[in-house]
Each structure stands twice: as C-alpha cells, then as structure tokens.
C-alpha cells in the first residue's frame, strides 16, 4: 500500500474523484503522499480571494462595509490592509498554494469580500510588480454575472479589474480562457482586458460584455483593434470559442478567417453589425470551422446578414438568430432561405429563428391586446405563406423552432412528411408569437400523428383547430415523451373536451396557453383554453 501511495499519478486520480473539499481537505492532512494530490485538486478551481486571504496574517487585514448610498452594496465586506504587506506576509500562499490555481471565477454575490484598492496595490508592490504573481499557472478567468448582480448592476467600481488582473494574470501563454460578462468597468478596466488580450497566444475561449465595458466600446475600435490585421498573430488561430455583445461590420471578416473558430455567439443589441453595413460575401474559406452560431440581435434581418457570411452548405450543427423586435413578412422569408442555402442537410441538428425573444418591455407590467380594436394589427399576414419544406432533407434535425409574427404555414402534407424526414426530432416549435387572424389549416388529428410517429419529441408548437374534439379520443401507444404543448392560435369551443382529451392520452404535459409571458389578450379561444390552463401558460 506504501508503494502505491508513492506514485503521484496514482493518488493524483484518487483525488481527481473526490468531490467535496471537506473530504480533500482531510486527506491533505492525512500523510505527505496524499497532501500534494488533495492540495492540487482543492486549489486548481477557486471562486473569490478568500482562500487568498485566509493565508495572511489576521494582523494584517481589517473588514468593514463597502461604502455606498445602495443599501444592497453597503452589504458588501470590503477587506483594507492595516500595514504593508511583504514578502514574509505572502510566503505561505505563494510557496505552497499559487502554483496550484489553475481556475479563477469570480461570481458577484451579495456576501462577496473584496480587497480595498489600496489593500490590491499594496499586493503588487510586495510582489516585486510581477504579472500573475498570485495565480502564475493560471489556465481560465472569468467573472460571470449572477441573478444578484445582473439585477443590482454591479458597478466596475466593486469588481476592481484594473487592479485585479494584473495580479493574477501574467505574461506567461498559460492563459486559454478569459471571460468578463458581469460588470460596468471603466475604461482603465478596458485597457487592462486589452492587455490580458495581448499577453495571451494561446487563448482558446473569449467572452466579453463589450457594450457594458464602456460607453465608448460601441463607437470606438476596441473590439476592432482587437482583431484587425495589424493585431492578428498567431495568437488568434487558436481561439475556439467567442462570445460578444457587439461588434462592427468591420471585424466579421477578421473573425471568418480564424481557421479553429467553433462556437460564436453574438448578443448584437444596438445593431452594430449595421453601422457601418458590413459588405456580405460569402465563400468556402470562411468560418470553415464554425459549428454553432447564436445570434440575438435588435432586427431579425441584421442576425440574417451575419448567417449570410457562412460558406455555402456550411458544417454548422446549430443556428440560432432571435430579436426581440416582432419580424416582418420579409424579414422571416429572408432569415428561412438564408439559413437553407447556408447550412448543411448532413450537418444541421438545431435550427433557432425566432422574433419577440426578450421583448423591450417591462415584463412586470404585461400588456393588453384588444383583439377586437379594429386598428389592431390582426389582420396582417392573412396571406402570409412561409414554408418549412425547404428543411424536410434536413435529416440530421433534433431540435426545430420557427415562430414569427407572420408564422409559418404547415399543411397536412408537410405533417406527413415530418416523421420520415426528421426521425430524432426532439423540438418542433412553429407557433405564432403574436395574434393574427389566419386560421390554422391542421386541426387535432394532425396533432395525434405527430405525436404518434415522433418517439422522441419532448416539446411541440403547432396550431390546430381542436373545434371537433369530442374528448374520448385516445391515443394507441401509452405514454409519450411529450412535456410542453405551445397551443396559442389554436381555436377551441369547449375546454371540457379538449381537457378530457389531454387528461386520458397527455396527462403530465404542460400546455402553454398565451404567446408570450408578458401579452395578455381578450381573444376568446385564448380565454377557454385559460379555463382550464391559463396558470400554466409561461
């Protein structure tokens, strides 16, 4: 057993599978051929500075609460240095513990410590100013933003990204990882990312909150800079994953040149893709290793503009482009054949386009819709006619979802084609997300078929006439994988039947009733269907 115990790779696996720090914690103690393999696997991810702090001398530091007029921040411990730090001061921690962090999350929360901006300086300097003195084989930092800190706006002025960065992050190519989406720095926080960016070759995953980095990321050529030729080296082709909340037209052809760029989502909320419009060519050398693109723009049809600078017949398995505005007639066409003429039928296995996502609108005061105004924009796209049989050679398709404003047209033809065309469909949503006066052509037969002949379909959006529902219909087949019933636009007469219905073949499954959280309309299909499920709808 001694013998096994000398062989750190051995121990090093043991340790790997034991989740809990007090259980590590005690093998540390336990002999020296565990303490270096516990050490290591208790240290390689920490989440604030408070292992950090635990390591000085209690003499050295003072608590008190974060000055601030908001009662929530004032919560806040705010840790001061009473002396100069030295070297003795930070011996423990450095010679036994800073090798070993290889992982630093910063999560905002309302009982967080942070070090006063003397206390961070005063670290530097006992550190002899080296970069990534206190984490010097760091691997990834991020500081994510939490529910608590999203919803107080934690200010730049807590997170202290000018003064922490340098101290953790150093010169070395260690860094992979770098995300910063939680926070409203200033600009001396700006230029520090900036040179994090610059001291990290290899860097593999980026996420940045650009728009919330400073007021002048949106117009100024940060994120540009960033890429622009001049700037690109060889430290760019190794980036995988990228996640912004802007970028210009300018930088979209920078970007479609990384040759191992997987994954880029793009959270365009002030249409800076538009401005200036970026020139859309396409070609088989961009993006050629793009896999997944998530697009949340202002306008469907900005989103549409991005997709069309992948290559013909491009490898992505997942597309998604969402706007919060409701989409137009064309604007939906335009976002359908785009994503037809540049994804694969071989590839393609998460089709995503939606308007209405996250609406500019305070959802604690839903709206109204009076579907018997007759200004009401009811009327609209009566003869709208968007179709989804470009997708149906799609064979790879798990996950569909193609709801507008004009929504899309599905016939009886199509519902018959849909089982062979798409047999590991998981997701098909193709309701409406807004009220309009066309009626559905598919009524609850069709809904039965579905269900029916998709074994694995977990939520389904599809409007049909259930009028002639009587409610002793049953499915042959017993239970079904079914969770969620999108139902809004679908006409009823009798929530009796329907709800017979549901409770002998659909039991368990939650119907959703309105188009979205925040619209409530007088329409009076959607009143009987919320008889019986109106405290379901989400």
Not at 277 to 301: D, G, I, M, Y
Not at 407 to 428: F, G, H, K, Q, Y
Request: charged share 20%.
């Amino acid at each position: 057993m001694d013998n096994i115990l000398q062989i750190y790779e051995l121990t090093k696996l043991v340790c790997e599978e034991i989740n809990d720090s007090p259980t590590l914690y005690a093998m540390a103690l336990t002999c020296h051929a565990l303490s270096e393999p516990s050490l290591d696997v208790l240290w390689r991810n920490i989440y604030s500075f408070e292992p950090l702090l635990c390591c000085l001398p209690p003499d050295l530091l003072y608590e008190s609460n974060f000055t601030s007029e908001d009662s929530v921040l004032s919560k806040i411990t705010l840790v001061g240095n009473r002396r100069t730090p030295t070297g003795a001061d930070l011996d423990r921690y450095l010679s036994c513990y800073a090798r070993r962090i290889q992982r630093f999350v910063l999560r905002p929360t309302e009982k967080m410590k942070i070090m006063s901006t003397e206390f961070l300086s005063a670290l530097k300097f006992a550190t002899g100013g080296v970069p990534g003195a206190l984490c010097p084989n760091i691997k990834e930092f991020y500081l994510l933003a939490t529910p608590w800190s999203a919803h107080h706006s934690i200010p730049g002025l807590i997170i202290q990204l000018a003064s922490t960065l340098p101290l953790v992050i150093g010169e070395s190519d260690s860094i992979e990882a770098f995300g910063v989406l939680a926070a409203s720095p200033f600009s001396d926080d700006v230029q520090a990312i900036y040179e994090v960016l610059q001291r990290a070759p290899c860097i593999k995953t980026l996420m940045l909150s650009i728009d919330s980095i400073s007021p002048n990321a949106l117009t100024g050529p940060i994120f540009d800079n960033w890429l622009a030729p001049s700037g690109l080296s060889p430290r760019w082709t190794n980036l995988e994953y990228l996640q912004v909340d802007s970028i210009t037209g300018a930088s979209v052809d920078h970007l479609a040149s990384l040759p191992n760029l997987a994954t880029f989502i793009l959270a365009d909320q002030m249409d800076v893709l538009a401005n200036p419009p970026c020139v859309v060519t396409s070609n088989t050398e961009k993006f050629r290793a793009l896999r997944e693109l998530r697009v949340h723009s202002r306008r469907l049809e900005i989103a549409t503009r991005l997709v069309r600078h992948l290559p013909p017949r491009s490898s992505l398995r997942i597309l998604e482009c969402t706007t919060p505005q409701p989409a137009t007639l064309n604007e939906a066409t335009d976002a359908i054949y785009a994503a037809e003429a540049h994804t694969s039928p071989f590839t393609l296995e998460s089709l995503r386009l939606e308007d209405c996502v996250v609406p500019d609108l305070d959802q604690s005061q839903p709206l109204d819709f009076d579907v018997n105004n007759p200004h009401s924009p009811l009327a609209r796209y009566l003869d709208a006619n968007i179709r989804i049989s470009c997708f149906l050679p799609f064979s790879r398709l798990r996950e569909l979802s193609l709801c507008f404003y004009p929504r899309v047209s599905v016939s009886p033809e199509d519902i018959a084609l849909i089982p062979t065309s798409w047999p590991n469909l998981t997701v098909l949503n193709l309701r409406g997300t807004f009220p309009i006066l066309r009626q559905p052509t598919l009524d609850h037969t069709h809904l039965v078929y579905l269900i029916e002949r998709c074994p694995s379909i977990r939520v389904l959006g599809l409007p049909v006439d259930v009028r002639r529902v009587q409610g002793t219909e049953s499915i042959p087949g017993g239970r079904f994988p079914l969770q969620k019933l999108y139902v809004c636009g679908s006409p009823i007469d009798s929530s009796e039947r329907v709800q017979a219905f549901m409770q002998t073949n659909l039991p368990e499954v939650e119907v959703v009733v309105r188009y979205q959280t925040w619209l409530y309309t007088n329409s009076e299909s959607e009143m009987v269907w919320a008889e019986v499920w109106g405290d379901i709808g989400d």
